[in-house]
């Protein structure tokens, strides 16, 4: 792997046997990450965005691929290893409501990590480290022991936020943090996980559905469809010059806020192909306004088209 990246994932699969056959959720994803910067992957509910979260992490266990983080192969890592290695790697949901034990405190929420690592010897020196991480994320202490339901969205997102970050990890996957946000929460959450990333040099993969979300936010971003990534690039480079179709519309759908604004929407349109044993060509051919014949019978390779910018499309192949 190269020095500069914290963090490489090389064709990382996960296939789930199903009654009707192999559903390829992930399949054969790459990308690489440097320290402290932030990789948006953003696709449709579906396109195996938190799966692949999750495989890189080995919350599930991947089917194929290497993923090497900080220079460590983790999927040579037996449990009791990969236990200690999840101090390092850390992961925020989406819906903090759920996600949070509506039976436990917001103290007892967030002392859970350091408890069941036995970081601390006494409940004193746990609850100062409670009260600190509160003070971390923009959380009053007054609230250290009310209940996820007596508190709005933000506030039970910055118990997450508090609690992924409980065992000072390097690397957080955000997935979807803010969907279940209004938008002016989730604007203080991403704010508030910018100021995070500066001051504790975080590196984050931030999954979600919501392209406009990641354009202030990732450096990078990987588009996904039905298990591939169709396009990776800086986030200049996406917003500005979208290659791929699939990415084309789903950046027509972002609204301007400028009525004089001509930008068109693109519509897609026709059924999702199925990610259980899919098809050869292209598995966005059936939606696709470009495609053409040869695109349901050949699959496209993802082609580098300029320095950190690649996409998987006949039409950019025929360009090279
Ligand atoms: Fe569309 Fe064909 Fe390109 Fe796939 S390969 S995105 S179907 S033009």
Not at 42 to 66: D, M
Not at 146 to 160: C, K, N, V
Not at 221 to 236: F, P, Q, R
Request: glycine share 6%.
């Amino acid at each position: 792997m190269s020095e500069n990246n914290f963090l490489e994932v090389r064709d990382l699969k996960k296939y789930f046997q199903t009654s009707r056959g192999m559903l390829h959720a992930v399949d054969g994803i790459s990308f690489s990450l440097k320290k402290g910067e932030t990789l948006g992957i953003v696709g449709e509910s579906g396109c195996g965005k938190s799966t692949a979260g999750r495989a890189i992490l080995r919350l599930i266990e991947p089917t194929e691929g290497q993923i090497y983080f900080d220079g460590i192969d983790i999927r040579a890592l037996n449990k009791e290893e990969m236990r200690k290695m999840r101090h390092n790697m850390q992961i925020i949901f989406q819906d903090p409501f759920s996600s949070l034990d509506p039976r436990k405190s917001v103290s007892q929420i967030i002392e859970e990590p350091l408890k069941i690592n036995r970081i601390y010897a006494t409940n004193r020196e746990r609850l100062d480290r409670v009260k600190e991480l509160m003070d971390l994320v923009g959380l009053a202490q007054r609230l250290v022991n009310t209940y996820p339901h007596e508190l709005d969205g933000g506030r039970r997102q910055r118990i997450g936020i508090a609690r992924s970050l409980a065992l000072n990890p390097q690397f957080i996957v955000c997935d979807e943090p803010v969907s279940a946000l209004d938008v002016s929460i989730q604007a203080q959450i991403l704010n508030l996980m910018k100021e995070l990333q500066a001051k504790l040099g975080l590196t984050y993969i931030f999954i979600t559905h919501d392209l406009s979300v990641v354009n202030h936010f990732s450096d990078t971003i990987a588009v996904m469809y039905l298990g591939k990534i169709v396009e990776k690039g800086s986030t200049e480079d996406i917003f500005s010059h979208p290659l791929h179709p699939y990415t084309q519309a789903l950046l027509s759908a972002i609204p301007i806020p400028d009525i004089h604004s001509r930008q068109e929407r693109i519509a897609i349109k026709g059924e999702i192909t199925s990610p259980i044993d899919p098809k050869p060509g292209c598995r966005f051919a059936s939606r696709c306004p470009k495609a053409n014949d040869y695109c349901g019978r050949a699959e496209p390779a993802l082609v580098e088209t300029g320095p950190g910018h690649s996409a998987a499309c006949h039409l950019i192949e025929s360009i090279q």
